[in-house]
Structure formats: structure tokens, C-alpha cells
């Protein structure tokens, strides 16, 4: 009897060495949670037995339990690595990317990469799943079933050729006048200011478009105050057109005073010698902006085809016009500040930033200013951690005695909120790891000692003669 008691506490003593020595192995294992190994005794009586003399029968491993507590954080420069701080797990998928195989694991170990087709894998390749998001960033689903991997695209958005272009800005009321009939964009001393917007033509090409400010002569401290505004694309003449008939807005600013101090003509473009046409904006006299002449200032068509002004390339739509917006200019007594300056197009985006945030939204910034939200990180969580299925790569299933997963985002509940840039560390503590090292090789020895007074006892009883 007492040799199988010294077997079963030697049995026992190796199990404790074991789930330390494991232990310490994975000690740098990210999102591992260690184990210790938890022992019943061994007690047989019956009704035919005497408690009170009876001695029991050893010892027995009962289970080696995993303990989920929270381990530490450690930051990292990917921005793909993410760590939970919560009771949650990441979802993870395995062999395709249709999303609703429900052949879902679990893990706690967010060390993510790329893979060969932009999706977010673990280093087994599974795919970590997300819920789906509408353009907002906002869920719109959070079922596990409706889960699919995440794919961060290269590109984003198609080409759209600039039809508008806004512009404000302040134009300083002390400068100069100038005789916009001179005005030349190669002669600097012609005009007072002059500002440049990137548009972008149908293929996505961009150009820079310079809008050139000349303070018109003639205007007093009780009139309005006239400034000429000339285009050009590419450094290229784009005149003020009139796309209703086809032609260019012709007239001649005249900058003759009458006895009431205001020019003779107001309401044509502005014309230059060297053939510019141009727009004026009127101010008044606290500086405030009235109009501009034409009111909605169109450029010239700017494709190859028929009397466009040929600044775009060939295979461009060459209709392409652009409607400059006057936002709110002012004419201060302040230097020249651009306050407003944007155009609706756009080129194909390249991916340029990828974030996840605390909610786990993970979305993607593109060179063209696109930020595109892909996916919402999905967490799960179970009535009885202890209860999971381990499978190898710090991951586990659901089983019977984990009971269901409960899907959740982050920042809700005991989910847990999602750190990006972070992952987290096994939470094995070494020193007691050693320590419960020390004592189980005690115990090992006391049992083994135990084992061999038995075994010297049964030799003294055989040598009986």
C-alpha cells in the first residue's frame, strides 16, 4: 500500500514539474497563460471500513489549470500588433476568407501580419476576424456569424477630375496698384500675389492650378476697392469662359474716374494686352467682399478638343472645366493670407497609414486623404475561461464547459478595449515560477525517500528466515 502512495506523490511531484518547467519555457510566449497543476487525495472507505483507522490512498492530478489573468503590455513599433486589455480574445479563422465558416479559435496573442493578399493572419496564417462597418466606422453587425477577415487595400477610391476649386483669402489694402492690362505671370513686379491648388484631371494626373491677384488702379477710400484675378494651369494661359455659349468673356476694364470717384465700366472680365481675361472682385470700403465680375467665375475648357486651352494630355476628358468658388475674401489692411483653399477631385490613393483604435475600428489612410474604415476587431468572451479547449499557438476552442462565445466590441462591457502598437506578455511570473520549481523537486525527493524506506522494508521482511 505505502509503495503505491510514494508512486502516486512521485507521479504527482512530476506533474508539478512539468506545468512549472512549461511554465518557464514560455515565459516570452505573447498572450500565453500559464498553468499550475491542482492534486486531490486518494480516500477509498465503505461502509465495511473503520474512518477513524482508515489511511488514505494517495494523491491524484485533478486538472492542470490555466490562469487568465491579465499579463503586462509591452509597446511595439507595428501598428498591426494589438494586445486586449479586458477579459476578451480575438477571433480567429482558419484556410479561407469566406468569414461565416464559424470555425472560429481564440486567442490572446495579437502578433498580426500581412499576408500575400493584404489580409491580417497570425503567424499560422489564420485570418483575424472583424464586423462589419458601414462608411461612418459605425457596426453594423455584431454577430459572429456575419464576421469576416480584414483585407487592407493598396489603393483606394477611383479618379474624379476637379470641377470646383474654392478659394479665400485676405489681400492686403495697402499694396500697390497696379494696370492689370500689363499683367504678366514671368514678370513678378505685374501682379501683387498669387496662390497655387493641386487639381487633378480625369486619369488622376495632377496639375497645379495658380490663381495671380493684380490691385486694379483707380479706386478711392469712398469707392470700392478692384482687384483682377488671372488663372493659369501648368503655367499655361487658362482664360474666364462662358460655357453656356461657347466663347470667352471679353471686355476691357476701364480705369477712367468719374467726378464720383468710381470707374466708368464695371461688369466685364478684366482683359489683359498679351490676351488674358481675367475676373474681378469688388470690396468695399471696410474690406468686405461685394461680388466678383463674372459671379460664377468658370475657366476655359481645359482639354486638347475644340477651343480648349490644351493643358491637359491626351487620353484626358478634354471637356473639363473648373468653377472657382470666392469663399469669403477680405481686403484688410493686413498682409496677403490664403484662409480657404480646396478643390473636390481626386487621384488613386496609395496606403499610406493603417490604425486601429481603442474601439478596434481599424481603418486606412490613403495619400489622397482618403481614410477608409474596414472593420471593427471582434471580441469574444466565455462564462468559464478554464472551461476552453487548448489547441497549440496560445489558442483555444470553446468546449461544453466554456459554454458559448459571446461576441462584443471593444470598449463595452468586459470585452475589454483593443491597444494598438501593443502586445501582451505571457503573465508567468519567474520568481514564483522558480520558487514553485524548488518545492516541487522537494517533493519529488521526500516522495522517492518515501519510496525507498519502503522498498528497503520489504527487502528486511524477505531476508526473514
Same mark, same amino acid.
Given at each position: 500500500?505505502?509503495?503505491?502512495?510514494?508512486?502516486?506523490?512521485?507521479?504527482?511531484?512530476?506533474?508539478?514539474?512539468?506545468?512549472?518547467a512549461?511554465?518557464?519555457?514560455?515565459?516570452?510566449?505573447?498572450?500565453?497563460?500559464?498553468?499550475?497543476?491542482?492534486?486531490?487525495?486518494?480516500?477509498?472507505?465503505?461502509?465495511?471500513?473503520?474512518s477513524?483507522?482508515?489511511?488514505?490512498?494517495?494523491?491524484s *492530478?485533478?486538472?492542470?489549470?490555466?490562469?487568465?489573468?491579465?499579463?503586462?503590455?509591452?509597446?511595439?513599433?507595428?501598428?498591426?500588433?494589438?494586445? +486586449?486589455?479586458?477579459?476578451?480574445?480575438?477571433? %480567429?479563422?482558419?484556410?479561407?476568407t469566406?468569414?461565416?465558416?464559424?470555425?472560429?479559435?481564440?486567442?490572446?496573442?495579437?502578433?498580426?501580419?500581412?499576408?500575400?493578399?493584404?489580409?491580417?493572419v497570425?503567424?499560422q496564417?489564420?485570418?483575424?476576424?472583424?464586423?462589419?462597418?458601414?462608411?461612418?466606422?459605425?457596426?453594423?453587425?455584431?454577430?459572429?456569424?456575419?464576421?469576416?477577415?480584414?483585407? +487592407?487595400?493598396?489603393?483606394?477610391?477611383?479618379?474624379?477630375?476637379?470641377?470646383?476649386?474654392?478659394?479665400? %483669402?485676405?489681400?492686403?489694402?495697402?499694396?500697390?496698384?497696379?494696370?492689370?492690362?500689363l499683367?504678366?505671370?514671368?514678370?513678378?513686379?505685374?501682379?501683387?500675389?498669387?496662390?497655387?491648388?493641386?487639381?487633378?484631371d480625369?486619369?488622376?494626373?495632377?496639375?497645379?492650378?495658380?490663381?495671380?491677384?493684380?490691385?486694379?488702379?483707380?479706386?478711392?477710400?469712398?469707392t470700392?476697392?478692384?482687384?483682377?484675378?488671372?488663372?493659369?494651369?501648368?503655367?499655361?494661359?487658362?482664360?474666364?469662359?462662358? *460655357?453656356?455659349?461657347d466663347?470667352?468673356?471679353?471686355?476691357?476694364?476701364?480705369?477712367? +474716374?468719374?467726378?464720383?470717384?468710381?470707374?466708368?465700366?464695371?461688369?466685364?472680365p478684366?482683359?489683359?494686352?498679351?490676351?488674358?481675361t481675367?475676373?474681378? %472682385?469688388?470690396?468695399?470700403s471696410?474690406?468686405?467682399?461685394? *461680388?466678383?465680375?463674372?459671379?460664377?467665375?468658370?475657366?476655359?475648357?481645359?482639354?486638347?478638343?475644340?477651343?480648349g486651352?490644351?493643358?491637359?494630355?491626351?487620353?484626358?476628358?478634354?471637356?473639363?472645366?473648373?468653377?472657382?468658388? %470666392?469663399?469669403?475674401?477680405?481686403?484688410?489692411?493686413?498682409?496677403?493670407?490664403?484662409?480657404?483653399?480646396?478643390?473636390? #477631385?481626386?487621384?488613386?490613393?496609395?496606403?499610406?497609414?493603417?490604425?486601429? #483604435?481603442?474601439?478596434?475600428?481599424?481603418s486606412?489612410?490613403?495619400?489622397?486623404?482618403?481614410?477608409?474604415?474596414?472593420?471593427?476587431?471582434?471580441?469574444?468572451?466565455?462564462?468559464n475561461?478554464?472551461?476552453?479547449?487548448?489547441?497549440?499557438?496560445?489558442?483555444?476552442?470553446?468546449?461544453?464547459?466554456?459554454?458559448?462565445?459571446?461576441?462584443?466590441?471593444?470598449?463595452?462591457?468586459?470585452?475589454?478595449?483593443?491597444?494598438?502598437?501593443?502586445?501582451?506578455?505571457?503573465?508567468?511570473?519567474?520568481?514564483?515560477?522558480?520558487?514553485?520549481?524548488?518545492?516541487?523537486?522537494?517533493?519529488?525527493?521526500?516522495?522517492?525517500?518515501?519510496l525507498?524506506?519502503?522498498?528497503?522494508?520489504?527487502?528486511?521482511?524477505?531476508? +526473514?528466515?
Open positions: 500500500m505505502s509503495f503505491n502512495i510514494a508512486l502516486s506523490g512521485i507521479a504527482a511531484s512530476q506533474k508539478d514539474l512539468d506545468s512549472t512549461n511554465n518557464i519555457a514560455n515565459v516570452n510566449t505573447y498572450g500565453f497563460k500559464g498553468s499550475r497543476a491542482e492534486f486531490t487525495d486518494v480516500y477509498a472507505s465503505s461502509v465495511f471500513t473503520n477513524k483507522t482508515n489511511v488514505g490512498g494517495g494523491v *492530478t485533478s486538472q492542470v489549470a490555466q490562469q487568465f489573468h491579465q499579463g503586462s503590455l509591452l509597446r511595439t513599433n507595428n501598428a498591426l500588433d494589438m494586445a +486586449i486589455n479586458g477579459n476578451g480574445y480575438f477571433v %480567429m479563422s482558419g484556410g479561407n469566406n468569414g461565416n465558416s464559424m470555425d472560429f479559435s481564440y486567442t490572446r496573442s495579437g502578433a498580426f501580419k500581412l499576408n500575400s493578399d493584404n489580409y491580417i497570425d503567424s496564417d489564420n485570418f483575424l476576424q472583424a464586423f462589419p462597418v458601414d462608411a461612418d466606422g459605425n457596426s453594423t453587425s455584431v454577430s459572429l456569424s456575419t464576421t469576416q477577415p480584414i483585407r +487592407i487595400p493598396d489603393t483606394a477610391g477611383n479618379p474624379k477630375f476637379t470641377e470646383n476649386v474654392t478659394l479665400s %483669402m485676405n489681400l492686403n489694402a495697402g499694396e500697390l496698384d497696379m494696370d492689370p492690362a499683367f504678366d505671370p514671368t514678370d513678378a513686379t505685374t501682379f501683387n500675389n498669387s496662390t497655387s491648388v493641386t487639381i487633378y480625369s486619369v488622376g494626373n495632377p496639375h497645379i492650378l495658380t490663381t495671380y491677384f493684380v490691385k486694379i488702379a483707380g479706386g478711392s477710400s469712398t470700392e476697392n478692384n482687384w483682377a484675378s488671372f488663372y493659369a494651369v501648368d503655367g499655361q494661359q487658362v482664360n474666364v469662359w462662358d *460655357t453656356a455659349t466663347t470667352a468673356l471679353a471686355g476691357t476694364y476701364d480705369q477712367d +474716374i468719374d467726378a464720383d470717384g468710381t470707374p466708368d465700366v464695371f461688369g466685364v478684366v482683359q489683359t494686352a498679351g490676351g488674358w481675367g475676373s474681378v %472682385m469688388k470690396f468695399d471696410a474690406g468686405n467682399f461685394l *461680388t466678383s465680375v463674372p459671379a460664377t467665375i468658370e475657366t476655359q475648357t481645359l482639354g486638347l478638343t475644340g477651343t486651352a490644351g493643358v491637359l494630355s491626351a487620353g484626358t476628358d478634354g471637356t473639363q472645366n473648373l468653377t472657382i468658388n %470666392m469663399g469669403n475674401p477680405t481686403q484688410f489692411a493686413s498682409v496677403f493670407e490664403v484662409t480657404e483653399l480646396r478643390q473636390d #477631385g481626386q487621384t488613386v490613393g496609395r496606403l499610406t497609414n493603417v490604425e486601429v #483604435g481603442a474601439d478596434g475600428l481599424v486606412a489612410s490613403y495619400s489622397n486623404g482618403t481614410q477608409k474604415p474596414l472593420g471593427r476587431v471582434a471580441l469574444a468572451r466565455f462564462n475561461d478554464q472551461g476552453l479547449t487548448q489547441i497549440g499557438n496560445t489558442s483555444w476552442k470553446q468546449s461544453l464547459a466554456s459554454g458559448e462565445a459571446l461576441a462584443g466590441e471593444a470598449n463595452f462591457g468586459t470585452f475589454g478595449s483593443v491597444n494598438s502598437a501593443s502586445l501582451e506578455q505571457s503573465n508567468v511570473d519567474l520568481t514564483t515560477e522558480l520558487t514553485d520549481l524548488i518545492t516541487a523537486q522537494r517533493n519529488f525527493q521526500a516522495n522517492s525517500r518515501t525507498e524506506v519502503n522498498s528497503t522494508l520489504q527487502q528486511t521482511i524477505l531476508q +526473514i528466515r
